[in-house]
């Protein structure tokens, strides 16, 4: 059974900064492209960054210089560091796990990240 189980979101004020991890279990962790993707009351969900099984990154432009991906394959773990919090950076977050060879796509079931102004 797969499982994305993310942890780490929470209220902050805007400027602050928060740490989200998505650990990740009933998959071969390495192979899959591991991503962060927010929605926001009455939005489409959006990606925010992903980091691919060889490391390499993509971010929103909403986010790049402020928000971090990263990924720990020891721990099956993908990390958001989310530095100089906006408002606007206001949503529910989820992790993605997707692999286009094997066409295969995993969701989390979100945390809550709300900064205030």
């Known amino acids: 059974q797969v499982q994305l189980v993310e942890s780490g979101g929470g209220l902050v004020q805007a400027g602050g900064s928060l740490r989200l991890s998505c650990a990740a279990s009933?998959?071969?962790?390495?192979?899959?492209?591991m991503g962060w993707y927010r929605q926001a009351p009455g939005k489409q969900r959006e990606l925010v960054a992903d980091i691919t099984s060889g490391g390499g990154t993509n971010y929103a432009d909403s986010v790049k210089g402020r928000f971090t991906i990263s990924r720990d394959s020891a721990k099956n773990t993908v990390f958001l560091q989310m530095n100089s919090l906006k408002p606007e950076d206001t949503a529910v977050y989820y992790c993605n796990a997707h692999t286009a060879f094997y066409a295969r796509n995993y969701w989390g079931q979100g945390t809550q990240v709300t900064v205030s102004s």
């Open positions: 009933g998959i071969i962790f390495n192979i899959y492209t």
